[in-house]
């Protein structure tokens, strides 16, 4: 039994401290809740651009380390584009029919069958870019676009209200020279 003293001395909570402890709970809970959500965020952002990277890196290393499958491809027949002869040293003709089939102004490619698909829009897939859009170029070592056979070496699409996007280069050898291949993914939310 509770003796009578202790029965007077209970303190009762006022509708005060009430609110007050209500206040500090509900701007804990939102803090906690802003600070999951800004987290999170942060998270997925890390991760589309983990995804940007490897991609990115896996498609200039194949363009310029590998000869493609067929190994003698044309746009025809290819299934995986690769611009080289061997590691590095790049082919002249796989490079020009690269440029055409990713030439965003050209609709003359037979897979698609449909006058209003540009090549590129056609055959990027072949990359294997997914969801991105990519931008090519080769330049000496100056930065200045080569050209060949009278043809610029860029295609694609150069970015344009991109979220993000990545470069990477890479070096090789075309004709005895030192060339740059710079590839920019990029894509838009």
Not at 51 to 58: C, G, I, Q, S
Not at 60 to 68: C, Y
Not at 151 to 168: A, H, M, R
Request: proline share 3%; with cysteine; aromatic share 10%.
């Amino acid at each position: 039994m509770l003796s009578k003293k202790f029965k007077e001395k209970r303190a009762q909570v006022s509708s005060g401290e009430l609110l007050m402890a209500c206040f500090i709970f509900f701007l804990v809970l939102i803090m906690a809740i802003t600070i999951w959500n800004n987290t999170t965020e942060k998270i997925k952002g890390s991760e589309r651009f983990y995804d940007l990277e490897e991609t990115a890196v896996d498609i200039s290393e194949k363009l310029v380390r590998t000869g493609g499958i067929p190994s003698g491809w044309s746009k025809e027949n290819v299934t995986v584009i690769g611009l080289a002869n061997e590691p590095r040293v790049l082919d002249q003709g796989k490079i020009l029919e690269f440029l055409d089939m990713m030439n965003d102004s050209a609709f003359n490619n037979p897979p698609c069958n449909d006058p209003g698909i540009s090549n590129y829009e056609c055959n990027k897939h072949i990359l294997g870019i997914g969801k991105y859009e990519f931008y090519f170029t080769l330049e000496d070592i100056n930065g200045t676009t080569i050209e060949i056979e009278n043809i610029s070496c860029y295609t694609g699409k150069e970015p344009q209200n991109e979220t993000e996007k990545l470069t990477v280069t890479r070096t090789a050898i075309l004709n005895n020279k030192i060339v740059r291949m710079v590839l920019t993914l990029w894509y838009e939310y």
